[in-house]
């Protein structure tokens, strides 16, 4: 005796089974429609994916580590201290010497900017 489904014919079925393959199989892409996939910008819109280059995310990630949160907002000096307790390495320390002294930072992305390597603007 052959089982099948009672509720459905043997095309439905098939069509249902075909439709959960890519997530039973795992085949790329099998979860999302073609319908379901995000359209490109247009042309009055910005591009999508904006990235930092891999480098200078890698150099300022680095520069980050070393800035303790408990010191921003903060001076040079609160910096620096803040830099010495994480033991920063010497280019690091450096860079924080070339600071602005009398400026008050929020973020990360200020200091980075205010040390001529990039933009202190947000991006999405």
């Known amino acids: 005796m052959e089982r099948g489904s009672s509720k459905h014919s ?3 079925d098939q069509e249902m089974k075909q439709e959960v393959l890519g997530t039973v199989q795992g085949v790329a892409g099998g979860r999302a429609e073609e319908w379901k996939m995000a359209e490109p910008s247009g042309e009055d819109q910005p591009e999508v994916t904006r990235t930092v280059e891999a480098e200078a995310a890698n150099d300022l990630s680095r520069f980050g580590r070393y ?58």
């Open 10 to 12: 043997a095309r439905v």
């Open 67 to 124: 800035i303790g949160r408990s010191a921003l907002p903060g001076d040079r000096d609160a910096l620096r201290r803040s830099a010495e307790a994480l033991e920063a390495p010497d280019d690091i320390l450096a860079d924080l010497r070339a600071l602005p002294d009398d400026v008050v930072f929020h973020t990360v992305t200020e200091i980075w900017a205010a040390l001529g390597r990039g933009s202190a603007e947000r991006r999405p």
